[in-house]
Structure formats: structure tokens, C-alpha cells
């Protein structure tokens, strides 16, 4: 029975066996193989993940508001968890949010009410 491909590495090493490379044992490996999934593997596992709702990789967490208040028209800022790839809905006391995804500065930000 073949062991199954459950790590990066194992992946990667039956990848390049499957389209005629050789097999690699570590990703710091000098070979060709090695630097090219060493290269590549973060970014397309993350691709693949972000590309559905995959239930297996999905968490709730409580997101801790930042000290300060942005200077613009928002209300409030909140830190993401350093391991999201993908927010699919805020909710405040199970009601979803209206919201902007501020990815590169790792933050949510909430609209002030219209009154």
C-alpha cells in the first residue's frame, strides 16, 4: 500500500515524479525540482484553499478590536487572525456586517451607522 501524500513535501515530491522529475527529500535540496516547489508550493496551496469554502480548513474566530479609532469614516478597526487567508462573513450578535477588507493592513474596519 503507497503512503499517502499528507505533507508539503510528500506532495511536492509525487508532483514532480508525475510530470517526469525526480523525487525530492527536502525542499532546501540543490536539485532543480526542489528549489522550483520550494519556490512555489506556499503560494499555490493558499490559491487552493481561497479558491472555496473548503469546510476542513474553516474557522470561527472573535476578532480583537485595534486601540485606535481609524481617521476616516469608519468607527472601528479589528485585527485579523494572522492565519486567515479569507474572511466569508462578519457578524456582530449573529447579524452580518456590512464590511471592507483591509488585507494589506490586516485589518476590518466597520461603517459608522447612517442616522
Known sequence: MPTI???PLLI??????????DAISSFSDSTAEATVANAVYE????GLLTSTRWRFASKQAQ??????APLTRWDASYALPAD??????ITI??????M?????????MR???IL
Request: aromatic fraction near 2%; include cysteine; charge should be positive.
Open 100 to 108: 471592507i477588507f483591509m488585507k494589506a493592513m490586516r485589518s476590518v
Open 5 to 7: 501524500a499528507n505533507t
Open 63 to 68: 476578532l480583537t478590536r485595534n486601540g485606535t
Open 43 to 46: 503560494d499555490i496551496a493558499q
Open 111 to 113: 461603517q459608522q451607522p
Open 93 to 98: 450578535q449573529d447579524l452580518p456586517m456590512n
Open 84 to 89: 486567515s487567508l479569507m474572511i466569508s462573513v
Open 12 to 21: 511536492c515530491s509525487r508532483a514532480s515524479l508525475l510530470i517526469g522529475g
